[in-house]
């Protein structure tokens, strides 16, 4: 098992001083108070073969209400889904010591992440490992590499995700009068990423997340997940399950969308729970813009100031560094808390 991240070692001091102040007991999945209860409901599911007319309107209202949908006709293929899963599969079972040192795939050491290294407290463990794959310049990787990752079948990948993220951000754009000039002039290949994630089975599901509560900093996310569940958002103050659909797409709404259209989209908590006997995969592409980006919320009064992503990438990373965690967009919000 040399392929497995040393989660559990990581995470020993957190252990150890969890049970030195009582709250061992504890279970993280039961913490927000009110989400003792995993309530079940139906996530929108939205047909794009359906009258574009009707989808708009339940996109619209899937990104307002839940922050969160589902898509099913969504255009990419499912064998190629299939085959990023195959693939990825693979590149997780490589040596760890292969996966943590610099150039695994020829992509910089900061492109593979395990646990959170900087989680204070057992609420901020994360039982997962992922790839971050930025898509421009991915470089060619050598004979050996490829054998358990193909970068063509990222870049297939990317292009087939790439109409669709587009059609959606049309779509929602439209309603709020953001010109799609916007997008197309900040966001392009080179500044949005695929995230590859990779969930071990865990000996203590209770006491760790798989990933810890977050929103997503994107503008959109599209995710694959596999039927394995586990995946939850936070809606009207309760977890709910987000259940695997077959063949449908996970569309949710990022923090950069929530301040464009000035609260109006939601971008909202998610995490995945730990699971003992099961292991998961799951693939999210992030529509993000380049770091020079002017953030203007759409709407009077502004709910959050003008900032550029570049910005609140930078304090992200030193909220996280510093407290285990981001803070997010409410430091970005015209009238502090
Ligand atoms: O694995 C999942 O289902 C969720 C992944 C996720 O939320 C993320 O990568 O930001
Ligand atoms: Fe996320």
Redesign the pocket.
Known sequence: MDCEPPLLESYKTLFQSSLGVGVGTDDVRNDDKSSMVVEICELPLIDLNHKREEFMKEITEAARDWGFFQVVNHGIPQEMLQTLKFEQKNVFQRPFSNKSQGNFLNLPVSCYRWGNPFAKNLRQTTW?E?LHIILHGIGKVDQEESLSIDHSTMEAFAAAVSPLVENLVQILAQKLNIPLSYFKENCSEKSCFV?L?R?PPCPFPSKVY??MP?T?TSVL?I?Q?DQAG??QLMKDGKWVD?KPVPKAL?V?IGDLFQALSNGFYKSVK???IAMENVE???A?Y?YNPSPDAVIQSHGTPQVYRTFTFGEMAKLKQKDIMETGDKVGLSRFLSTPL
Do not use: C, E, I
């Open positions: 997962s992922a995230r994630n969930y798989g990933l977050h997503d996310t995710l997940q586990g995946l987000v996970v949710n998610h995490r995945v998961r995969l799951s999210a992030f």
